[in-house]
């Protein structure tokens, strides 16, 4: 199986009053959009996803944060961490509860699905070469908790939940989502077999703020991956080239058994969440970034995981369609 979707997968953050712009359907349309281009995938089961337990939130995620999480009471302010549904002045933000259909403390199965859902992508990589599962990539969840629209960190459960199970040693998180990947850092802050790399908007949000705080400490979005790789705004000629370098640097350190992309489809021109506004890759430089990606794990034998993360508007389903579609294809060639 290359590719894992169910339309069951999507959270639908509309029905919950949330208002930020990423299409309830952009995996829906993804795989319509395969099977009417001469591809044949099947959704899969949810009943073959794998179950994610307490267990397996505290491989990542501190105990009082989970305990929260788990809480139908607590969680509710959880999600409104998460979400940022309330502004610095006590506003709602992008939230619109009138318009809910559905209470906050609803959406968690559906989060716990989009974190099984990296965890069945990956040991299907690890079984198949490649999978790509049409969800996840809550990259900006960190060990105490979430933020950015992430409220779990689905890639750093898969993967030490991977390791718990001794199914790999080691691994990478490649993160080319428009922000950085700052909870997947500060989760593998200390963690020698995991490595992270992520190529970003250099000033833009999570990175527009104050780099410490009040009492003098290191905000912790700006903790260090093993390699950022920072983008101003006008340099996108230079984004494939130091991507590269990127991944060249991090393979001089050894393979790993497995390799996480963070595969956002917001630093697209037309995306349209304002804080991606710094960063303006056309389609074409997309597919070439995705590609230059898949070949480089592809050649070295890396075992590699997909997850969507971010990308916002009408548009962005374009995206990962026009890398799975080349990607179908070589798989087909490459197995037939």
Not at 27 to 37: D, G, I, M, P, R
Not at 159 to 186: P, R
């Amino acid at each position: 199986m290359n590719i894992l979707f169910h339309p069951e997968l999507d959270t639908e953050l509309t029905q919950y009053g949330i208002q930020i712009p990423i299409k309830d359907d952009r995996s829906e349309k993804v795989f319509e959009w395969l099977n009417q281009n001469n591809h044949s995938i099947e959704s899969f089961s949810l009943s073959q996803l794998p179950q994610i337990r307490e267990e397996e939130l505290l491989l990542v995620h501190n105990a009082e944060f989970v305990r929260r999480f788990l809480d139908k009471d607590l969680v509710h302010g959880e999600l409104i961490k998460a979400y940022e549904l309330i502004n610095d002045k006590g506003e709602y933000n992008r939230y619109e509860p009138v318009l809910a259909k559905k209470q906050l403390s609803q959406m968690v199965p559906s989060i716990f699905k989009q974190v099984a859902g990296t965890l069945m992508a990956s040991e299907l990589a690890l079984q198949n070469g490649f999978c790509y599962f049409l969800g996840g990539g809550m990259h900006h969840a960190m060990s105490f908790g979430g933020r950015g629209f992430c409220p779990l960190n689905d890639m750093a459960i898969a993967i030490k939940k991977l390791m718990f199970d001794k199914k790999i040693k080691s691994a990478w998180v490649v993160d080319v989502d428009a922000h950085k990947g700052d909870g997947t850092a500060e989760i593998f802050q200390n963690d020698d077999h995991v490595k992270t790399l992520s190529i970003h908007m250099k000033r833009n949000w999570p990175l527009d703020g104050p780099m410490y705080d009040k009492e003098g400490s290191l905000n912790p979005w700006f903790i260090s991956s093993d390699i950022d790789i920072g983008i101003e705004r006008g340099e996108e000629s230079l984004y494939l080239k130091e991507l590269k370098k990127g991944l060249d640097r991090m393979l001089s350190w050894g393979k790993p058994d497995l390799v996480i992309i963070v595969n956002g489809a917001d630093p697209f021109e037309a995306d349209e969440l304002p804080s991606t506004s710094a960063l303006k890759l056309t389609l074409e430089q997309l597919f070439d970034r995705d590609m230059l990606l898949y070949n480089f794990f592809e050649k070295n034998n890396i075992p590699q995981s997909y997850v969507m993360a971010g990308g916002y508007g009408a548009r962005s389903w374009e995206v990962y369609a026009q890398f799975l579609d080349e990607v179908l294809k070589l798989r087909e060639v490459k197995f037939s």
